[in-house]
């Protein structure tokens, strides 16, 4: 069965520096989304993706957040600059359509020391 | 703006028991609902979803969910729970005039006593 894949598992990462969370959503999907969840509160979302561009984003969603599809495979979400306050459990999810259910990845843990 | 709330941070039930999951919504328009689980350490897996047609709407591991529009509820449900279904239980709404994102609920702990 086609899943959404991420990596990696579990960065660490020193605040201040950049880093960039991979995805690969199922192969057929066409709307793209990224969400995060801070050890023990609700999941958030960030940023849906649609057509090559951001179709909505959150107000977490900062200039310090960057989405890409760089290719037909990839969906990227880079932090220019990590703060303490970034460290979360990312997932990426994708779907067909927007009224079909969105399909999730097992998450990426960041961890901003 | 959509919200969800789910109440019961944690329930917890004896095997074999009822299993009571409850979810209100706030939506002004009319609301695509879904039930997420999520076991330690994995991603969010859909149990079930509710987009239109009939209100009582079956998933996976025998877990159900209907939609009563009039109580802004879509409660979830399993006859008899096993130990198995131990995990975050999370209600979420999408609004399809807003990207289709999903605006989840703060979760709810199954605990399953043996």
Redesign the interface.
């Known amino acids: 069965e086609p899943e959404?894949t991420q990596t990696p598992s579990h960065q660490v990462t020193q605040m201040g520096q950049e880093v960039i969370l991979r995805c690969v959503p199922i192969s057929n999907h066409l709307?793209f989304?990224w969400?995060r969840q801070i050890l023990g509160?609700?999941?958030?979302?960030l940023v849906?993706f649609?057509n090559n561009e951001i179709?909505?984003k959150s107000e977490i969603f900062d200039d310090q957040f960057s989405v890409e599809r760089p290719d037909g495979s990839n969906f990227t979400l880079k932090i220019r600059s990590t703060k303490l306050e970034d460290s979360a459990m990312y997932?990426c999810?994708s779907?067909t359509s927007?009224?079909h259910?969105?399909?999730?990845?097992?998450?990426t843990r960041l961890t901003v020391t | 703006a959509q919200s969800v709330t789910q109440l019961g941070s944690h329930v917890s039930v004896s095997e074999g028991a009822l299993v009571l999951l409850r979810c209100n919504y706030s939506s002004s328009v009319p609301p695509y609902l879904f039930w997420y689980v999520q076991y330690p350490n994995q991603g969010l897996q859909l149990l079930l979803k509710y987009t239109t047609g009939a209100t009582l709407v079956k998933g996976i591991n025998g877990f159900e969910a209907e939609f009563k529009k009039s109580e802004t509820s879509f409660h979830l449900t399993k006859p008899s729970a096993h130990m198995s279904d131990a995990a975050e239980y999370f209600c979420a709404v999408s609004d399809p005039d807003s990207s289709y994102k999903l605006i989840f609920g703060s979760g709810t702990r199954l605990l399953v006593r043996p």
């Open positions: 959404v709307y989304y969400y509160q609700k999941v958030e979302f849906s649609y179709s909505e997932f999810a779907s927007g009224i259910e969105q399909y999730f990845g097992p998450g």
